[in-house]
Every structure is written in C-alpha cells, then in structure tokens.
C-alpha cells in the first residue's frame, strides 16, 4: 500500500525560479514529515522536516508546508540552483513504529 | 568524522544463494534500519533495531532477516534469492530510538542473477 505518493516523477525548472515538490499521504497516523535529497551512487540526504503541530519549516532556501486537513505537504525551493539537481523523497513517519514511509521519489532538474 | 559505512557496494549472487550485507552506524549511534530500494521506487523499510533489539519490520518475506551486535553495527541476511531481491539496500542509523536524525549509507546494490 503506497501511503506516501509523490505523483510528479520530474520536475524541471529554470535557475534563480521558484522549485515545488508535492507529497500526498494517506494515514492520518502520520505525525512528522521528512524531505530527503539523493544524488547518485549516495544514500538519501535529509533536507529538511516538519512536524505535524506546524504548518510551516523554514531553513535557508528551502521551506516545507503542510496542510493536514488535505494531507499535503510541499517543498519549496528559492532560488533553485543547478546544484539542487537530485531527486526527492518525502517520507513520513509515526509514533508507532518509527519507521519511515518515502514516496517514489521526483527527480528535480534546475537548469542554467 | 566517518558517516554511515556499508559493505560491500557492488554485489552480484545467483538465484538460490543467501548475501550478508554489513553496516557500521555512525559512532554513538545505537539505532539501526534498513531500507529496501528498487528502482524507480522509493526505499522500503525492512527493519528497526534499538540496542540490540528489533523494534520494527516491514512487508518482507522471512527469507529476511537481521541482527545488530554490541558495537550497534548491523548485518542484513537473505536467504534462498529472487530475481526481485535485486535493488539498493542502504543502512540508517540515528542516535536514538526516535524519528529524528536519520544518516543513510551510501547503500550496498546487489544483482541477482
């Protein structure tokens, strides 16, 4: 059962423009939401969370936002950088358990 | 400052035959998971250890299994392999039993032939 879905496999954007990546979840267990950046031959790299007491996370360029009621957070990235080319994961997690749920992934290009 | 170890990177087992795959976490952290990665897929979680003792398991057939030893390092076994067992299995460890500061291998890709 996919109770994480990243419905958009790519994204591609233009350096210096706004990047947005959409995660959808299904199981209203769901109490903290993590992002994870992975280049190739490298394991996931966390980006960046949210609890789901907030609504907003906010570190540098990248800031997360959940909507709970939609079951819905996104990542935005301002400006995107061609470094910020990778894939993203979102996963999330509960309190039983720990363990986490990722989506499928999107793969961001940002060109120059 | 070494980061998550895994070992080995690249390998390569024909159907039938069982791997070990090892994970060294980073140093103080006494927590353990492995995750499950095909291709085109997100990773899958397999198992959660905590100080030796599992804490968590995934949607995996008993052909899976795992232990983690007084040093916290890990080994993931799977028996009797599939075609499908064919993916990228990397290693998270984090310094204690919660949701947070999750540090990911490099991952071990292992092909089943």
């Known amino acids: 059962d996919q109770q994480v879905k990243q419905n958009s496999p790519s994204l591609s954007v233009q350096e210096g423009r706004i990047s947005i990546l959409n995660c959808d979840y299904t199981?209203?267990?769901?109490?903290?939401f993590l992002w994870y950046k992975k280049y190739p031959a490298e394991g996931p790299t966390f980006l960046i969370s949210?609890?789901?007491?907030?609504d907003k996370n906010e570190d540098g360029r990248f800031t997360v936002f959940l909507n709970k009621s939609a079951k819905h957070l996104s990542l935005h990235i301002v400006p995107s950088q061609p470094g910020d080319s990778a894939v993203y994961f979102c996963?999330?997690?509960?309190?039983?358990?720990?363990?986490?749920?990722f989506g499928a992934g999107t793969r961001l290009t940002v060109k120059p | 400052d070494a980061g998550v170890t895994q070992s080995p990177t690249h390998l390569i087992k024909t159907r039938g035959q069982q791997v070990t795959l090892r994970c060294s976490p980073i140093?103080?952290?006494?927590?353990v998971s492995w995750y499950q990665q095909v291709l085109g897929q997100g990773p899958q979680f397999i198992f959660q250890?905590?100080?030796?003792?599992?804490?968590g398991r995934g949607n995996f057939p008993d052909r899976f299994s795992a232990r983690q030893f007084p040093n916290y390092s890990s080994e993931l076994n799977v028996n009797a392999l599939l075609l499908g067992d064919s993916a990228l299995y990397l290693c998270?460890?984090?310094?204690?039993?919660?949701?947070?500061?999750?540090?990911f291998g490099s991952g071990t890709r292992l092909t089943v032939v």
């Open positions: 996963a999330a997690s509960g309190t039983v358990g720990h363990d986490m749920r």
């Open positions: 140093s103080g952290h006494k927590s």
């Open positions: 199981n209203s267990m769901f109490d903290y």
């Open positions: 949210i609890s789901s007491i907030k």
């Open positions: 250890y905590y100080e030796k003792e599992e804490r």
């Open positions: 998270a460890s984090r310094l204690g039993d919660s949701y947070y500061g999750y540090t």
